[in-house]
């Protein structure tokens, strides 16, 4: 007699098969997961040359590299998959006729990594155009038509850190996509290579850090020639920037209509380019920068004197700060030298050499001594003012303002260069003269008409002679005279 089988044992085992197909279905695993037009190797999905005018819609959500490059896509909307690609890290879309690109494209792939839309038909690049890729750290663009970039066509990209833009038409240097700590923290590539650029913005350029204009290629632009285009790509010459020495030939500017190499500008007298030396007072903060080639480096720095830095107080007051930089709470004269930072990172190793002179005074006394110096000019040059104001605005004399008698044959004698010393024998003189002599005095004066600035005689005059009121009494002179020969001493006759 043959055992009953349980019925229970077979309806569990029938809801064990529709749980596993219902986990499966909710997984997204379609039973076709390739695509007829695609070629599948696991998650890779390989669709290109197949002159695609549309994205294939049976998409795997597991795909996590999908090229598409080599069709005949014009335009990628926001429901170009209906399926939410949440794996998929690599999208090449490459040599398509790409023209229009929605916003929200990029809204199914939130996790993509690499991006390759170069070969294209795109003109613009629209704000918030990859807003949504928050996680890419590559963008090709190279090769399309685009003229103009929006200055936040790549906000919120803070993982980006290639960004191939040459071969395009643009002609404004997107500053703002290389200033430090700006929108792009990450980004060590910059190609604006073969672009219709003329002028750059040279200062901000001359201050990014080395680990940026190592990898900002700006080679086959139609640049301005000036010395200081040549000064600042002599500089990336001299610190062997890859994007200066890998492109040496290729690096031209623009002038009278004629293309010349960056390093032969003869003909404009430039001044050969000479790595500047840090500059510092007594008492100054200072931080100086080892600005190295590559990001996450450990840097350790050398004393003049051969010794090493620490990362607490040394030698007093130099200290190397958490990002390996050389601090100096107050700069001394003993400071001064040659510093050496030594570099080592996972790809090559870096030394740089800074030298620091330091002004043995202090910035403030500096400014007192030049304020002393211009206090001082500014006395003198008041005193010689006061004087000249003294000399020719000092108002004459009540007493040496007479009246002006008409000049006499009497005069025009006592003119004579010679002063006559022979007494006056007047038989009609009066007896109160002392010894029958008449005491005159006289004034040696070139002859000429008129009288002089304030009362003085002018050439051709003599002083009115005062009657006598009394015996030997002197006649006054004029003391303001400038004629007088012995100032204000009488000469008696």
Not at 410 to 418: E, K, N, T, W, Y
Request: hydrophobic letters at 35%; a negative charge.
């Amino acid at each position: 007699m043959q055992p009953q089988r349980d019925p229970r044992g077979l309806w569990l085992l029938l809801l064990s098969l529709f749980l596993l197909l219902f986990e499966v279905a909710r997984a997204g695993r379609p039973v076709v997961s390739c695509p007829a037009a695609c070629l599948c190797a696991s998650n890779i999905l390989s669709c290109s040359k197949q002159q695609l005018p549309n994205v294939p819609h049976s998409l795997p959500s597991y795909t996590a590299l999908l090229d598409l490059s080599h069709n005949n896509l014009s335009r990628l909307r926001a429901e170009w998959t209906p399926t939410r690609l949440i794996h998929l890290q690599s999208l090449l879309l490459s040599h398509n006729h790409l023209n229009f690109i929605s916003s929200e494209a990029f809204s199914p792939v939130p996790n993509l990594r690499y991006l390759d839309l170069s070969s294209n038909q795109l003109r613009t690049l629209d704000e918030f155009l990859f807003s949504e890729l928050q996680a890419l750290e590559v963008l090709l663009l190279y090769n399309n038509h685009i003229v103009a970039v929006d200055r936040c066509a790549f906000d919120d990209m803070a993982q980006l850190q290639k960004l191939y833009l040459s071969q395009n038409q643009i002609s404004r240097f997107p500053l703002e996509l290389v200033k430090e700590g700006a929108k792009l923290p990450k980004l060590t590539l910059l190609d604006l290579s073969s672009n219709k650029l003329k002028n750059l913005p040279l200062p901000d350029l001359q201050k990014l850090p080395a680990w940026i204009k190592n990898g900002l290629y700006l080679h086959n632009n139609p640049l301005h020639c000036d010395c200081e285009l040549y000064q600042l790509f002599s500089h990336w010459q001299y610190r062997q920037l890859s994007s200066v020495v890998d492109f040496q030939e290729d690096l031209y500017c623009m002038r009278s209509k004629k293309l010349h190499n960056v390093f032969n500008l003869s003909f404009l007298n430039c001044s050969e380019y000479k790595e500047r030396a840090w500059e510092a007072h007594l008492g100054d903060t200072l931080t100086i920068k080892c600005d190295t080639k590559q990001q996450g480096m450990t840097k350790v720095w050398v004393t003049p004197s051969n010794e090493r830095v620490l990362d607490e107080v040394a030698n007093g007051t130099v200290t190397v700060s958490e990002d390996g930089s050389l601090h100096f709470q107050q700069v001394r004269v003993e400071d001064a030298g040659v510093y050496t930072c030594y570099a080592m990172g996972e790809a090559f190793n870096e030394t740089l050499s800074v030298e620091l002179k330091v002004y043995n005074f202090t910035l403030q006394g500096h400014h007192d001594t030049l304020n002393t110096a211009y206090t001082t000019l500014v006395g003198c040059i008041l005193s010689v003012v006061l004087v000249l104001i003294y000399l020719y605005l000092t108002p004459c004399r009540c007493w040496c303002r007479g009246v002006e008698k008409p000049s006499s044959h009497q005069g025009d004698s006592l003119s004579s260069s010679m002063l006559s010393t022979t007494p006056n024998h007047d038989p009609m003189a009066g007896g109160d003269k002392d010894d029958g002599f008449d005491r005159r005095v006289a004034f040696l004066e070139p002859a000429g008409p008129g009288q002089g600035q304030n009362g003085k005689l002018k050439p051709g005059n003599t002083l009115p002679v005062p009657e006598a009121t009394g015996k030997g009494q002197r006649r006054m002179s004029d003391p303001e005279s400038v004629s007088s020969v012995f100032s204000d001493t009488p000469i008696v006759v």
